[in-house]
């Protein structure tokens, strides 16, 4: 349907496995599990002898590995090799309504379909429909290029956030499919526990046309200052920066062979496969990315950070305490660290208005930069932040909670958040391939 154009959207031609068996064909995201080869390594003992999207991607564990262009190319053959050997059911014409439950017992929804690349832009104070959320790092681009350049296939593991607090688009589709009774395409258990994914067909002109109208309503509460911020990625910003490259070096080769404007238009690699999910579902969670600093001056570096960001420093009686005062506060840090051989913790409560790692890591790179030696990592769950935090030389930082409310609005103003600012649920919650789309 034309209508969705303006939103940069495309009904796509899915491709479903004829044999569905979710715990074979459906497999994480290729950017999880990086350092745990134990994870992959189940995973193919879990699909070994099945049709499976584990032989369609290359898990980011093995990028570092030799024999990378053969790895490569052996995926290649086998999109091929499942395409002609009838693994695929007809492709259909459709999106997707997808309901995942995930192992912590949460379900999300989302809508799978087709993103025009042309709308989306990953530099910072892009004025595009579709938005990075995260810095990107041009050095991981051209590796993942190689995988995708005439690749026969393309599964999606990109997420896309919709802005969406009335709940009137995607969940809205959801209860026209429950009231009705539709069968689904697909259901079943996701491997090594990962919860289970069910979805439907949306491809009635009626399902349709109510998605495009929710999406005129999005498109216009999301148009300010001349520009319409539609859609921010959430998960897969490098995946989805490389598709864009991808598409414009293949835009560049249909134009200097003299290609129509329609043959443009209608080139696949012009199109990427996404889910979209509201920012406001009650399954999606968002989790800040705490922060350790080794081999600084810490009393310096919480002097600085006070100055910067126009803080109090208020000491903290326990660990507990510290973790309820910053869960409870979309503007308050917390810090745990060693001095003298005693424990400190403190809060730095702040008046921050935008996502708070927008405000601190800026403060961070600035004041790290006259220390020599000294080093950061970025940690995920409370625990770890106070078992590295006592020790010697190490200070841990806890952020405050993602603020759903004000995040479209800190990346319209301010571009895309620093490095490691969130992440979206466990790693066994994210995406796993399913759909599929020809590609070239």
Known sequence: ?????????????????????????????????????????QAQK???????????????????DSGKAERIQKIKETMAAYINGGVFAPPQRMMVYLERTTAYGRTRRGLVCALDLDSYEWKPFSTALVRATEATILERIPPR??????????????????????????????????????????????????GSV??????????????????????????????????????????????????????????????????????????????????????LTFEPIHRVVFKADIPALLNFLKEKLDGTLVQVQSESELEQKVKASANTFGFYWKEGGAQKIAALETKISDLAVSRLQPALDEFLKSQAGAEIDYIHGAEEIFRLGKEDGALGVLLPPVAKDSFFDTIARLGPLPRKSFSMGEASEKRFYLEARRLF
């Open 198 to 283: 069910k979805g439907w067909a949306v491809e009635s002109d009626g399902d349709l046309k109510a998605a495009s109208d929710a999406l005129q309503k999005l498109f216009d509460a999301g148009t300010k200052d001349g520009s319409t911020f539609l859609f921010a990625v959430g998960d897969g910003n490098h995946s989805l920066a490389t598709a864009k490259a991808v598409w414009e070096e293949e835009k560049k080769r249909l134009q200097e062979s003299g290609a129509s404007a329609e043959q443009i238009h209608e080139s696949p690699v012009r199109l990427a496969l996404v889910e979209i999910v509201n920012i406001y579902d009650q399954g």
């Open 145 to 194: 290029m190689e995988i995708r350049r005439g690749a026969p296939l393309e599964l999606p593991h990109i997420m896309l956030l919709a802005n969406d607090p009335a709940h009137i688009f995607i969940e809205e589709i959801g209860k026209k499919i429950a009231a009705r009774g539709d069968a689904p395409l697909y259901q079943g258990d996701l491997m090594q526990e990962s």
């Open 46 to 64: 879990t699909a070994a002898g099945c049709p499976s999207t584990l032989n369609l991607i290359f898990p980011e564990v093995y990028l570092n």
């Open 1 to 41: 349907m034309k209508n969705f154009e303006k939103f940069g959207l495309r009904v796509p031609e899915i491709l479903l496995p004829k044999k569905f068996d979710a715990k074979t064909w459906c497999a994480v995201a290729c950017d999880q599990y990086t350092q745990d080869k134990n994870y992959w390594e």
